[in-house]
């Protein structure tokens, strides 16, 4: 198979351990171990410290994917099929349901292997472009427009990476209707979903919205979790969930015994998990927005309204790309530039799910003065 070059992936691979500040990362702070383990309850504490290293059940553990289930409304322990992240099941799911001759939409900015695995599978891509002049809405209207015959998988992920975009329910369900009438299947690729700052805008579930829906949801974002590698697919549709475990044999088999464990504990205690990635994102995003209303000369700033990341754009001659490498150099901020993910609107990410947000900010905005 030959794939292109994972942008986002490379940049960080050049940056992520070597700058003082990720003012970029689009993951929340990550528990502590002792932290996690303390929420453990009997069962769960006894998993841990009985537990053997050796392989697991390659659909996932038992009472992990009975944990995931009870995330949705209509998902039982069968539907769940639990994989090395978001990212491998990307990377099944894809190469399972396309291939030469099928077409699939993708929304776009976006996460890159949401559309750039399929294209290497020899599918056909359209990439449902969100507007900032559009507030970065989904327009089910123009993206049903693109659906072709042979179109076989149409991927929204909300709330968006990088802009916090999110559909209104009617729009979401004027889309998945339209998929369900067509018999085509939806990958909603929900990796921030409980990150949505109104509850009331919470969509329903991929996983919920249609029998061909498949819900993807991860520990790194919401649940602050992304060293575990711990994700899952949730769809009604077992066939197909049969198909992405044969797939899954030529990738990594089963999940870590340890991060199965861990996972479903951070999972019982999703109260308490997500409450504090919730307070995290609550305290930073108000720093945000007074930034770019101090700095509305520089900066556009589209109010993200879900998840922990926006795609602020950078106003005047300077690309974003000298900007964030002048910003690196002096106070070893990083900021990601838009072409990094094959955007060329002088935007850049900023994430706001990390602790240290205060003291970066403050060190763009030193940069901001000085400059
Ligand atoms: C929208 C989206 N989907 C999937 C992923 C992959 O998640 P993971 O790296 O935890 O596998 C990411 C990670 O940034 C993402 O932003």
Same mark, same amino acid.
């Given at each position: 198979?030959?794939?292109? /070059?994972?942008?986002? /992936?490379?940049?960080?691979?050049?940056?992520?351990?070597?700058?003082?500040?990720?003012?970029?990362?689009?993951?929340?702070?990550?528990?502590?171990?002792?932290?996690? %383990?303390?929420?453990? !309850?009997?069962?769960?504490?006894?998993?841990?410290?009985?537990?053997?290293?050796?392989?697991?059940?390659?659909?996932?553990? $038992?009472?992990?994917?009975?944990?995931?289930?009870?995330?949705?409304?209509?998902?039982?322990? /069968?539907?769940?099929?639990?994989?090395?992240?978001?990212?491998?099941?990307?990377?099944?799911?894809?190469?399972?349901?396309?291939? $030469?001759?099928?077409?699939?939409?993708?929304?776009?900015?976006?996460?890159?292997?949401?559309?750039?695995?399929?294209?290497?599978?020899?599918?056909?891509?359209?990439?449902?472009?969100?507007?900032?002049?559009?507030?970065?809405?989904?327009? $089910?209207?123009?993206?049903?427009?693109?659906?072709?015959?042979?179109?076989?998988?149409?991927?929204?992920?909300?709330?968006?990476?990088?802009?916090?975009?999110?559909?209104? #329910?009617?729009?979401?369900?004027?889309?998945? !209707?339209?998929?369900?009438?067509?018999?085509?299947? %939806?990958?909603?690729?929900?990796?921030?979903?409980?990150?949505?700052?109104?509850? +009331?805008?919470?969509?329903?579930?991929?996983?919920?919205?249609?029998?061909?829906?498949?819900?993807?949801?991860?520990?790194?974002?919401?649940?602050?979790?992304?060293?575990?590698?711990?994700?899952?697919?949730?769809?009604?549709?077992?066939?197909?969930? +049969?198909?992405?475990?044969?797939?899954?044999?030529?990738?990594?088999?089963?999940?870590?015994?340890?991060? /199965?464990?861990?996972?479903?504990?951070?999972?019982?205690?999703?109260?308490?998990?997500?409450?504090?990635?919730?307070?995290?994102?609550?305290?930073?995003?108000?720093?945000? !927005?007074?930034?770019?209303?101090?700095? +509305? !000369?520089?900066?556009?700033?589209?109010?993200?309204?879900?998840?922990?990341?926006?795609?602020?754009?950078?106003?005047?001659?300077?690309?974003?790309?000298?900007?964030?490498?002048?910003?690196?150099?002096?106070?070893?901020?990083?900021?990601?530039?838009?072409?990094?993910?094959?955007?060329?609107?002088? #935007?850049?990410?900023?994430?706001?799910?990390?602790?240290?947000? $205060?003291?970066?900010?403050?060190?763009?905005?030193?940069?901001?003065?000085?400059?």
């Amino acid at each position: 198979m030959r794939i292109a /070059e994972f942008g986002l /992936e490379r940049y960080f691979a050049r940056w992520e351990f070597a700058v003082r500040h990720l003012l970029c990362a689009s993951d929340v702070e990550a528990w502590r171990l002792d932290d996690l %383990l303390a929420l453990a !309850d009997d069962e769960t504490a006894r998993l841990w410290n009985d537990l053997r290293l050796g392989y697991t059940e390659s659909t996932g553990h $038992p009472l992990l994917r009975a944990e995931i289930a009870t995330l949705y409304d209509s998902i039982g322990t /069968e539907d769940v099929l639990v994989f090395a992240g978001a990212e491998e099941a990307i990377f099944c799911l894809s190469n399972v349901l396309l291939g $030469p001759g099928d077409h699939a939409v993708v929304t776009w900015p976006g996460y890159q292997s949401l559309y750039e695995v399929g294209r290497a599978a020899g599918a056909d891509l359209t990439l449902h472009e969100l507007r900032e002049a559009d507030g970065w809405g989904l327009d $089910p209207d123009r993206l049903i427009g693109s659906l072709r015959d042979e179109t076989r998988l149409v991927v929204v992920n909300a709330p968006h990476n990088p802009t916090g975009m999110m559909p209104t #329910h009617a729009e979401w369900r004027r889309l998945t !209707d339209e998929l369900a009438e067509r018999g085509i299947h %939806l990958l909603a690729d929900e990796v921030y979903r409980f990150l949505e700052f109104d509850a +009331a805008d919470r969509l329903t579930a991929g996983a919920d919205a249609i029998d061909r829906g498949v819900s993807l949801g991860v520990m790194s974002k919401s649940f602050a979790l992304a060293g575990l590698r711990i994700g899952w697919l949730a769809s009604r549709d077992r066939d197909l969930l +049969a198909r992405c475990a044969a797939f899954k044999d030529y990738t990594t088999i089963c999940s870590s015994a340890p991060a /199965e464990i861990l996972a479903l504990i951070g999972l019982r205690a999703r109260d308490r998990v997500l409450a504090r990635s919730r307070r995290i994102v609550e305290a930073n995003l108000p720093l945000l !927005d007074r930034f770019f209303a101090d700095h +509305a !000369d520089r900066w556009t700033w589209v109010r993200p309204r879900g998840g922990s990341i926006g795609f602020p754009r950078l106003l005047g001659d300077e690309t974003a790309d000298a900007f964030v490498a002048r910003l690196v150099e002096a106070e070893g901020v990083l900021l990601l530039p838009g072409s990094v993910i094959g955007h060329d609107g002088n #935007h850049v990410r900023i994430g706001f799910g990390r602790e240290d947000l $205060p003291t970066a900010l403050a060190g763009l905005e030193q940069f901001m003065t000085e400059a």
